[in-house]
């Protein structure tokens, strides 16, 4: 039975949009205004991964989970590099988020990266067309973290770390000098006005699993990747196959958007009381949201209700980034 689901949100697209993800939610899978709501530290990546491997020190796994689905990249290490948004203050900066790429714009930057970064690095397009592969033409002493851990943050707090961050810093800075003017270039249609970066992510090794769940199953990049770095108990399942399945008691669910999630089948189990646990976890900023459910709230008639104002008031208390969506 499905235990624990995990929206990734690994671009980090919902991650800046919650309200809206938490009221489809609720609207498609009411019963869990009945359950406990609760903002915490790690994003929802870290939190998987933490479920998923012994908890090791360091950067996201993420860039080794989706490499592994690669089988084309070879030779040296590869960097992850995604077109993002930098948010400027009076004395620092932060990352607001990645973006999206029309595919006319993303094969026009992949032709120029190639053309001006030539000696420095290799770039590969991706079918994605939401980041880069970047292969260094030497080997680099650097980490750099994934974005979904940088949300928000002063850039004091994420920059790149090891004997060679200030290539990257200098790369970072050309690639800044080189999307400036075609802001402003009337030749490019679809233009992406927040786009003014490029993030550099490194690739570390693909953790070793260590896990206790009898089914991980899902869809998207990074089950995909999960799957083929040989995570243990990978099932290629839908959700009402799961439910069927009464052999199978602690499963986990991997999705990289909530819109992957069956909520309409996963209500009804809900109602039916075929779930006795649930725990979703959310993106919110550089945080999650868990939402964790059990069986006998269905029973608890005193058990109060969220309505779904009074829901945000209470994540607006435990967070003050957090807004209640304008239509509310």
């Known amino acids: 039975m499905i235990q624990q689901i995990y929206i990734t949100d690994y671009l980090s697209d919902a991650a800046a949009d919650t309200a809206a993800v938490i009221e ?3 609207e498609q899978c009411p019963v869990l205004l009945k359950a406990d709501w609760q903002v915490v530290s790690a994003t929802p990546l870290s939190a998987l991964f933490d479920t998923l491997h012994s908890v090791s020190p360091g950067i996201s796994k993420v860039a080794a989970i989706l490499r592994a689905r690669q089988t084309s990249l070879k030779g040296l290490p590869a960097l992850c590099l ?17 973006v999206p790429l029309s595919p006319e714009v993303y094969a026009y930057l992949t032709d120029m990266l190639q053309q001006h970064f030539q000696q420095d690095f290799i770039v590969h397009a991706t079918a994605e067309q939401r980041f880069w592969w970047v292969q260094p033409n030497h080997l680099l002493d650097v980490q750099c973290p994934w974005p979904q851990d940088c949300l928000y943050q002063q850039a004091f707090q994420w920059q790149p770390q090891g004997t060679h961050a200030s290539l990257i810093r200098q790369w970072t800075n050309e690639s800044q000098m080189l999307l400036h003017p075609l802001s402003h270039d009337q030749n490019l249609p679809g233009w992406p006005a927040q786009l003014n970066s490029l993030w550099f992510a490194s690739v570390p090794d693909v953790p070793v699993w260590k896990h206790q769940w009898q089914a991980v199953f899902g869809t998207g990049a990074v089950f995909d990747g999960l799957r083929v770095s040989e995570l243990p108990a990978v099932k290629q399942l839908s959700m009402a196959q799961m439910l069927e399945d009464a052999s199978i008691t602690n499963a986990l669910m991997v999705v990289d958007q909530p819109d992957q999630v069956d909520w309409h089948s996963l209500s009804a189990a809900l109602q039916q009381g075929r779930i006795s646990t649930l725990e979703i976890v959310l993106p919110l900023a550089e ?42």
């Open 24 to 26: 489809r939610l609720t």
């Open 82 to 98: 995604l077109p993002v948004h930098l948010g400027l203050q009076l004395d620092t900066f932060s990352l607001k988020g990645t």
């Open 287 to 328: 945080r999650s949201i868990r939402v964790t459910y059990r069986k006998r709230y269905r029973w608890q008639f005193w058990r109060k209700t969220y309505t779904l104002p009074a829901l945000f008031d209470m994540l607006e208390a435990s967070l003050p980034s957090f807004k209640i969506p304008e239509s509310l």
